[in-house]
C-alpha cells in the first residue's frame, strides 16, 4: 500500500495549494471598473495604467469642469489656464494639482524637477482636449489663496478617453504624495504611488537626475552669463554684481564690463528660502557674490537666477551667497529714446567670435534712465484678483520713437493708490530697469520717486 499513500499525499498537497493561490487569482481578476478602481496593489510583473483606469464623467454634477487651453506652463504640478469668465473673472485660472507634489523647478531648482516641467509640458502640448475638475462642488483655492486645487485631464489624437494627468505624473515617479489619499480617486493615487515606488521610477529610484547639475558653480562675469545664458541653462553658476532693485522675493544684479562700456544684468529670485544675514547680502547697494542655477522662465519669457542658499555656520562655504561690499549705486544709464529703441553694441564673446547686438537686449535688467517722454496712452491692471491690480503699463512717444514703461503698483505717501490721470497726457522722465514682455522691451519702474513729471 506506500504507492496508494504517496498518491494520496500528492493529491492533498495540490488541492491545499490550490486552496493558497485561489485569492491570487480571484485578486489579478478583480474588475477594474467604475470612476476609481485602483485599490488592488500592482503585483509582480503586473504593471498598470492608472492614469486611464479612472474615467472623466463630464457630465456628471458632483464636481465642477471646466473645458480649458494653456496659457502658461509654470513646472510639473502648476500650469495657468484659459477659461470663461464665468469660471474667472479674469479669464485665467491658476491651477495647482491635487494630490501631488512635483520636484522644484521654479524658485527652488531639485532633482527630478525640469523633468516633471517637462512631462507635463509635454502631455498637455500634445492634447486635443483638456479638462479641469475640481474634488468637491465647488473650486477651492489653494493655501496660497491665488490658486485652485484641480485635477486635469487630457485627451491625444490617438484616444477618445481622457487620461488624468495628476495620477499619470505619480505612477511615472515625478511626484511625492500631497495628501493622496484624501479625494475622490484617493485608492488609485495611493496604487499609482506604490507601482511606481516598486518600479522604483524616477525619484523613486535612488539614482542620480540626468537633468540635474551636481558639479560645483561655474565661475564667470554677468557678461559671460548673458552672452551665453542657453548655454548654462539647470547649471549652477557665481557671479558678482550689485543688488540695484529689491522687488516680490527677486532681486536685480548688474555689473560694468570695461571692454564693452555696458553694464550687462540679472534677475535673481531668492523665494522664501533666505532669512536673516542671508537676506541682508541681498540689501540694495551691495556687491554681492551670487551663487544659483540658471533657469528659463517660461511665464515671463526670461531667464532667472534661483536656489540660492547661505549656511550661517559655514560663511566660508564656496555654495553660499557672500557680501563683498557696500556703498554702491544703480548705475540708471541714461539712454535717449533713439538709443533705447535702435542703438546696437558690437562685441567680441569669449569664443573670439565678434558681432552685433541690439543695446536693449544685452542691457536686460540693468538700470536706466531716459527723459522728454510723451505720455500717450495709459493701461491699468484692472483685476482686483490679481496682485498687479493697479499697475500701469504708460505707451510713451519721444522723437518719433514708441515704447512703453510698466510701473509696479504705485502708491502715494498717504497710501492712495497712484491712478492714470497723473501721467496721462504728460511730459515725464523716468529711472527703471530694462525689461522684456511679450517680446518687447521695456522700461519697469518700481516706485513713484522714479518718475518726475516735467513742468
Known amino acids: 500500500m506506500p504507492h496508494i499513500k504517496k498518491a494520496h499525499l500528492t493529491l492533498v498537497s495540490c488541492l491545499l495549494a490550490a486552496f493558497v493561490m485561489l485569492p491570487l487569482l480571484l485578486s489579478s481578476c478583480k474588475s477594474t471598473g467604475g470612476s476609481d478602481s485602483g485599490t488592488d496593489s500592482p503585483q509582480s510583473g503586473d504593471v498598470k495604467d492608472y492614469a486611464a483606469e479612472v474615467k472623466l464623467d463630464i457630465g456628471g454634477t458632483a464636481t ?16 495657468h489656464f484659459n477659461v470663461p469668465e464665468t469660471v474667472m473673472e479674469s479669464g485665467l485660472f491658476k491651477a495647482r494639482y491635487i494630490a501631488i507634489n512635483t520636484p522644484e523647478s521654479t524658485g527652488k531648482i531639485e532633482e527630478w524637477g525640469k523633468k516633471a516641467s517637462d512631462f507635463t509640458k509635454e502631455k498637455l502640448s ?80 535612488g539614482k542620480r537626475d540626468p537633468d540635474f547639475y551636481y558639479g560645483d558653480a561655474v565661475e564667470l562675469t554677468l557678461r559671460e552669463l548673458r552672452l551665453h545664458v542657453s548655454d548654462y541653462n539647470g547649471k549652477k553658476v557665481a557671479f558678482e554684481g550689485v543688488i540695484t532693485i529689491n522687488n516680490s522675493n527677486t532681486v536685480y544684479v548688474e555689473d560694468y564690463d570695461a571692454e564693452s562700456g555696458i553694464y550687462f544684468g540679472m534677475t535673481v529670485y531668492y523665494g522664501y528660502g533666505l532669512s536673516g544675514e542671508g537676506l541682508e547680502i ?73 558681432g552685433k547686438h541690439r543695446l536693449a537686449e544685452l542691457s536686460v535688467n540693468t538700470t536706466v534712465s531716459m527723459d522728454g517722454l510723451k505720455v500717450v496712452s495709459v493701461y491699468t491692471t484692472d483685476n ?17 520713437s514708441t515704447f512703453t514703461v510698466r ?49
Request: net charge negative; proline share 3%.
Open 64 to 79: 465642477k469642469k471646466q473645458e480649458v487651453t494653456v496659457h502658461t506652463f509654470v513646472d510639473g504640478d502648476t500650469t
Open 126 to 205: 500634445g492634447a486635443t482636449s483638456i479638462y479641469i475638475e475640481s474634488d468637491t462642488a465647488e473650486w477651492n483655492a489653494d493655501s496660497t489663496g491665488g490658486r485652485y486645487l484641480v485635477w486635469v485631464w487630457y485627451r491625444t489624437p490617438n484616444s477618445s478617453d481622457y487620461r488624468n494627468l495628476n495620477i499619470e505624473i505619480l505612477q511615472n515617479g515625478l511626484a511625492i504624495a500631497s495628501s493622496s489619499a484624501n479625494n475622490i480617486y484617493g485608492s488609485t493615487c495611493t496604487a499609482a504611488i506604490a507601482q511606481a515606488k516598486a518600479q522604483k521610477l524616477n525619484i523613486h529610484s
Open 282 to 354: 541681498l540689501s540694495v547697494g551691495n556687491r554681492s557674490r551670487i551663487v544659483g542655477t540658471v533657469q528659463y522662465y517660461e511665464a515671463g519669457d526670461s531667464w532667472q537666477v534661483s536656489g540660492l542658499t547661505y549656511r550661517q555656520m559655514k560663511p566660508d562655504d564656496p555654495g553660499n551667497i557672500q557680501k563683498i561690499g557696500d556703498g554702491f549705486a544703480p548705475a540708471f544709464v541714461k539712454l535717449t529714446p533713439e538709443e533705447f529703441i535702435s542703438s546696437e553694441v558690437e562685441i567680441t564673446d569669449s569664443d573670439g567670435k565678434t
Open 384 to 400: 482686483t484678483e490679481s496682485s498687479q491690480f493697479g499697475a500701469m503699463t504708460l505707451t510713451v512717444e519721444a522723437g518719433g
Open 407 to 455: 510701473t509696479a503698483v504705485l502708491r502715494d505717501s498717504s497710501g492712495e493708490l497712484i491712478t492714470a490721470k497723473e501721467y496721462e497726457g504728460k511730459t515725464i522722465g523716468v529711472r527703471g530697469m530694462i525689461d522684456k514682455y511679450d517680446g518687447n522691451y521695456q522700461i519697469k519702474v518700481f516706485t513713484p520717486s522714479d518718475i518726475t513729471v516735467a513742468g
